[in-house]
């Protein structure tokens, strides 16, 4: 297959990534580094992205989209993450949630949900994860009851919760509708107001700091029945497409990519034994691991990308380009570590740190890589089952 980007799509890149050399702070780190400046911060990029049309370009022009193709949006996909995503929690309004809204909602739904995302001026949250239901989504608890006007009544929990606390306006929320038929048969997708009574977010403390995860309660939560998503039971099949668009949408092979940069300046700058870190043949060799890893996950995305292109992608090229993505996420903060050595664990705030502390922020990145958006051992159940036609583990 021949990836190779087109002049339109090269002077793109170069005009995005001039503009991001221009606006992203020096002190921004990442989006999934917790500290109270990252979301305003991230909000200000996200309106600047919108005016130039940007933000949702892939996206068709009637719902505030530039109608761009998905190379385009490869594109700044990359650079956005080469730069630790300084789009904030847009990423998942223009990569699956406004997409699923697009093609499952009614015309109301995306005249009142799609124009916020396209500007965007909106935070959602996802509300799938539960105590007793992580991988295992179908397995949930948390229950929307139908009443006789029509409503809905959501009581449950959730957890694990990126941005609830941003705070976040909107959730989209996979509930329980049906206990007489097989899990996945009973579930359904709603759009749950989180200003709504009952709804309270408490923040989880976690590596990272306090804000970036949450749990979060609904006691009794009044849901109108406009905003549902689709049909009622028919949540986990959207919540398949959902997921693939999610885990096809996150190259973390190019925040892994700009990391190795960084390594390898470290090792240029770094005497050991009179000579530069760069000349020592074992350092040499986990470096070119760490960019022959990049550039298999990067080709591994691309025909993920290209096949969804064509309307023939699947839970399969999906779950390889998450799952390899994160494994490299997780190379890469295993090869910082064995070359900065012991001091690759203090922080940027330790004015010892190397690398201002980059190898120890890409270990604790590369935690978290390896289980959001279905764990790592999920994708590789997935890949077993459709790719290699191996049986459904117990």
């Known amino acids: 297959m021949d990836f190779a980007f087109s002049e339109t799509e090269k002077t793109f890149r170069e005009e995005l990534s001039t503009f991001l050399d221009q606006e992203v702070a020096e002190w921004w780190r990442h989006l999934f580094h917790a500290e109270e400046r990252t979301i305003p911060t991230s909000r200000e990029l996200a309106a600047k992205l919108a005016e130039r ?10 719902y505030g989209g530039s ?35 697009m093609h499952y909602g009614t015309e109301e739904q995306r005249e009142r949900f799609l124009t916020p995302i396209s500007q965007g001026r909106v935070i959602w949250c996802q509300g799938f994860s539960e105590p007793d239901a992580g991988s295992d989504l179908a397995a949930l608890s948390t229950r ?4 006789a006007d029509g409503r809905y009544v959501i009581t449950g929990q959730k957890i694990w919760t990126s941005y609830a606390d941003a705070p976040a306006q909107w959730c ?140 023939s992608a699947t839970a399969l090229e999906s779950a390889s380009a998450w799952m390899l993505g994160g494994l490299t996420q997780q190379l890469a903060g295993q090869v910082g570590h064995e070359t900065v050595g012991a ?21 604790l990145l590369a935690i978290p890589t390896t289980i959001a958006a279905g764990a790592i051992d999920i994708q590789r159940n997935i ?8 049986p459904r583990s117990n």
């Open 53 to 62: 049309g940007w933000l949702t370009m892939s996206w068709p022009p009637e």
């Open 67 to 101: 109608g761009a193709d998905a190379w385009m949006q490869v594109v700044l996909r990359e650079e956005m993450w080469s730069r630790g995503e300084p789009r904030g929690p847009q990423y998942m309004n223009v990569n699956y949630i406004g997409p699923l809204i």
């Open 144 to 147: 929307a009851r139908r009443t």
């Open 172 to 311: 989209f929320l996979l509930a329980r509708t049906n206990v007489d038929v097989r899990p996945h048969q009973g579930l359904s997708l709603f759009l749950v107001d989180m200003a709504a009574p009952g709804v309270t977010v408490r923040p989880i403390e976690s590596l990272i700091g306090t804000g970036e995860i949450n749990e979060v309660f609904f006691d009794e939560v009044e849901v109108p029945a406009d905003c549902r998503l689709g049909a009622e039971d028919d949540g986990w099949e959207m919540l398949r497409t959902g997921l693939a668009l999610e885990r096809i949408g996150v190259p973390w092979y190019a925040d892994a990519d700009r990391f190795l940069e960084r390594l390898v300046a470290y090792t240029r700058e770094t005497m050991v034994d009179g000579r530069p870190l760069s000349e020592d043949p074992r350092t040499r060799t986990r470096l070119a691991e760490l960019y022959v890893r990049c550039r298999a996950a990067r080709l591994v995305t691309y025909r993920a990308v290209s096949l969804q292109e064509k309307g």
């Open 343 to 363: 001091l690759s664990v203090l922080h940027a705030d330790d004015p010892d740190a190397p690398m201002d502390g980059w190898a120890q922020f890409q270990q």
């Open 383 to 390: 890949i077993a089952q459709q790719g290699l036609g191996l």
